[in-house]
């Protein structure tokens, strides 16, 4: 089947660091976009960023500077890496894959393979 698995949520204190990874099996994300989504408690699942498979990225207003997405920590691995952690980050973020070569979109209803989740914390 196709899935894929997100690594590397715990707890950070704030203006700390952590890095997300995003790991495909059974299928390739060679012709694939990944999307990185959060959702906190009593909020609507919002886009955090994407990448297409040429590379291209998307960012949310609120992450813009402060996170990057990048192909290259492991075969078939999508990271977040995330810095300057805030309170308002704080969430379980997914990972998400669809075949779309050439393009990502911050759409969460583009998305058709989704990873379970895995939970940020940053205290306040």
């Known amino acids: 089947q196709s899935r894929v698995v997100e690594f590397g949520g715990g707890l950070v204190q704030p203006g700390g660091s952590l890095r997300l990874s995003c790991t495909a099996s059974g299928f390739s994300l060679d012709y694939y976009a990944i999307g990185w989504f959060r959702q906190a408690p009593g909020k609507e699942r919002e886009g955090v960023s994407c990448?297409?498979?040429?590379?291209?990225?998307n960012y949310s207003d609120s992450v813009k500077g402060r996170f990057t997405i990048f192909r290259g920590d492991a075969a078939n691995t999508v990271s977040l890496q995330m810095n300057s952690l805030k309170p308002d980050d704080t969430g379980v973020y997914y990972c998400?894959?669809?075949?779309?070569?050439?393009?990502?979109?911050?759409?969460?209803?583009?998305?058709?393979?989704w990873g379970v989740g895995t939970q940020v914390t940053v205290p306040s």
């Open positions: 990448i297409s498979n040429r590379d291209m990225t």
């Open positions: 998400a894959a669809v075949y779309r070569p050439g393009a990502c979109l911050m759409r969460d209803y583009v998305y058709d393979i």
